[in-house]
């Protein structure tokens, strides 16, 4: 039997628009409720608690209703997730987004282009292509410059990296357990996945020793590069980072690059966190060096405020591209399936193949706001990283670690008393105690042995006094805590 005409008009069809402008409306005005309920970034709800009213819904049983679904969606998630505009949250590299950039994802889902070839998009393939070239050219890569956009930084950095071992492995025909790929030591840890997944050995990754300010010592990576090359293997690629995660820190480009290609080695350079500078009009110097890069990771949803997800690599040279280049009859075939002319199928230089249409987040924020705006807002959040250290280092209430280059700073309460092992200790219970109150989200990590907890500020709305509410919460748990087991 054909389905009915009730079941059919949950389908997107020119005859059903009423039915989805009412569902689309709905949505907004309930998310517009929600932002209006909102008190704090967490509510401190606990996993068990969490799992509770999802594993009790069954799923066998439709409501039949958007509006009783989405008040449904209110108790398994709404009511306690995580708001990453509030001023209290600042703890992993989540941003508050931007309006234009959500308009684009009622189109990009509604009309569901997936992005991987031609006949799939059509202008989505050159409004995607158009953008790779503009982040390209502010990226300085030159005229053959290319790429394609990404779910992350993660896929981005296994792509860049998979164009290394190809490309290294085609010049020199080293064996895998022969490539070597040197990152400084607070690289992110999607390198060493990577590396994995690519086949190389155990010890393929090598950690370059970083300064006082945790940029990778190009001193440093000479004597690692040399070694290598003494020992017989072959370095596939020096991975330097612009903005590492938990300091911010920009490795030294030039030298990065100048040692990557006087050893054979692939440069990529993992701009993740760093990539919002390309649009900074006061900082766009820290990412000097960048244009020498043989790849490039960008993350869009980070300092670019766009959702996740939303991210590219750029290579400097589109023939290397290749390297991820599959063909098949029934999606792209090599000869073009017949047509006179070949269609441009960005399936060809991509990981992916189903690909939603993210290009067109960034498209609409930077045809509303332009550039500079989106540049602003990325010096807002280093200014306030700033200035929000200047206050810090006047306060005995806690020790900070660095100057932050980005937007990020590490910092520990000060307990009279206790020896630096028992504030290690302390430090975890602090982060827990701030999530249970739900008012302030931080993160924490660990810097040679000791514990810290880590402020990510990406709110170009939040001020100074926003963050030292932070740190009160901070020094207020660690005396909480503190006066509880004096008791």
């Known amino acids: 039997m054909p389905p009915t005409p009730t079941l059919l008009r949950h389908v997107l069809h020119p005859a059903h628009v009423g039915e989805y402008a009412t569902a689309t409306r709905l949505a907004v005005d309930h998310l517009s409720t929600a932002l209006g309920r909102v008190r704090g970034p967490a509510t401190g709800l606990d996993p068990e608690r969490a799992a509770k009213p999802v594993r009790d819904v069954d799923l066998d049983a439709p409501l039949g209703c958007t509006a009783q679904a989405l008040a449904e969606l209110d108790r398994v998630w709404l009511d306690d997730t995580v708001w990453f505009h509030e001023p209290g949250y600042a703890a992993h590299l989540n941003c508050p987004v931007l309006i234009p950039s959500l308009v684009a994802e009622v189109l990009v ?18 409004v995607e292509r158009h953008l790779v070239d503009w982040v390209c050219e502010r990226a300085g890569l030159g005229p053959a410059a290319d790429g394609v956009f990404t779910s992350g930084g993660t ?19 080293a064996d895998l357990d022969r490539l070597r790929v040197l990152v400084s030591a607070d690289g992110h840890y999607s390198v060493q996945r990577s590396a994995r997944l690519l086949g190389l050995s155990p010890d393929a990754v090598m950690a370059v020793p970083v300064d006082d300010r945790r940029r990778m010592r190009p001193e440093a990576l000479a004597d690692a590069l040399t070694r290598v090359e003494a020992e017989g293997a072959v370095p596939m690629a020096v991975v330097a980072t612009a903005g590492t ?9 030039v030298p990065a690059a100048d040692l990557a290609h006087e050893h054979g080695a692939w440069l990529h350079v993992d701009a993740a966190y760093g990539g919002g500078l390309l649009v900074s009009r006061r900082r766009r110097q820290l990412l000097d060096g960048i244009e020498r890069a043989d790849s490039v990771t960008v993350d869009f949803h980070k300092t670019w405020f766009q959702p996740v997800s939303c991210s590219a690599v750029l290579v400097r040279d589109r023939a290397h591209l290749r390297h991820v280049t599959a063909h098949a009859d029934y999606l792209n075939p090599a000869d073009g399936g017949g047509l006179a002319t070949r269609r441009p199928d960005q399936v060809d230089k991509s990981l992916q193949t189903t690909r939603r249409f993210d290009a067109l987040k960034l498209w609409l924020t930077l045809r509303v706001m332009g550039a500079d705006a989106v540049g602003e807002l990325v010096d807002a959040v280093v200014d306030l990283a700033q200035a929000a250290h200047q206050r810090l280092r006047e306060d005995d209430r806690v020790e900070v670690l660095a100057a932050p280059e980005l937007s990020t700073l590490l910092l520990r309460p000060v307990a009279p008393g206790l020896d630096p092992a028992m504030v290690d200790a302390l430090v975890p219970r602090v982060r827990a105690a701030l999530w249970d109150g739900g008012e302030h989200v931080v993160a924490a990590t660990v810097v040679d042995g000791r514990r810290w907890l880590k402020l990510t500020l990406l709110n170009p709305m939040a001020g100074v006094e926003d963050v030292m509410s932070v740190v009160d919460g ?3 748990a660690a005396d909480g805590l503190l006066g509880t087991e004096a008791a």
């Open 109 to 126: 889902s509604g009309v569901n282009a997936s992005l991987d070839t031609f006949d799939q998009s059509v202008g989505g393939t050159f």
């Open 155 to 173: 896929q981005s950095n296994l792509q860049g990296l998979h164009l290394a071992r190809d490309h290294v492995r085609t010049r020199t025909g």
């Open 245 to 253: 995660t938990d300091h911010g820190a920009i490795d030294p480009l």
């Open 474 to 476: 901070i020094v207020a």
